[in-house]
């Protein structure tokens, strides 16, 4: 798997570690079950701190994308097809845009809540 990163974009080197994985997920190259590499290793080629690639771990996890298992590293989860990363790239943009217009979370979930119940 691929990681690339540039350290003179405004986005987080965390968050771009994470779309790298989701951009690979995307186009099946990495599939559900399968080890993504060590943190370390990830680190250590990217010129970049564990904790930064940690971070973009933990991102990964908390969209339910990789599970973190102590002593077995980060594992794709059942739930990373490739529709379900292309739609929370889809929410990262949303979010994005919100937060541009100066929109609250609730503001921002208010709006979803009332998409969905038009059906």
Known sequence: MLFRVDHSSPVPLGDQIAASVRGALAEGSVR???RLPAARAVAESLGVNVHTVLRGYQRL???GLIELRRGRG???TGDASPARVRLTE???RLVAEART???TDDEVVTLVRA???MG
Do not use: C, I, N, T
Request: without cysteine; aromatic residues 0%; hydrophobic residues 40%.
């Open 32 to 34: 559900s079950g399968e």
């Open 61 to 63: 996890k908390d969209e």
């Open 74 to 76: 980060a594992v794709v």
């Open 90 to 92: 889809q929410v990262g």
């Open 101 to 103: 217009l100066g929109l």
């Open 115 to 117: 998409r969905l119940s």
